[in-house]
């Protein structure tokens, strides 16, 4: 997936969606990603009717 500006977030995602339909938005960051900026993409995803948010981690792997 390629990166998106945060004020472009909305009307992408609304794009894709069909009106009156549900969709599960998934935000992907890593820990290169500021606090600020993915509380700034959760709070525009929470403004669109019929998103759900929902948040991908990927586990450490284990060291021996």
């Known amino acids: 997936q390629n990166p998106i500006e945060i004020s472009k ?8 969606m069909n009106p009156g ?11 290169k990603a500021e606090h600020g900026e993915v509380v700034g993409v959760m709070d ?11 948040i991908a981690t990927q586990q450490k792997a284990q060291e021996d």
């Open 9 to 16: 977030i909305q009307n992408s995602i609304k794009q894709q």
């Open 21 to 31: 339909q549900e969709a599960v938005v998934t935000i992907r960051a890593d820990e």
């Open 44 to 54: 525009e995803i929470r403004q669109i009717e019929g998103a759900k948010l929902a």
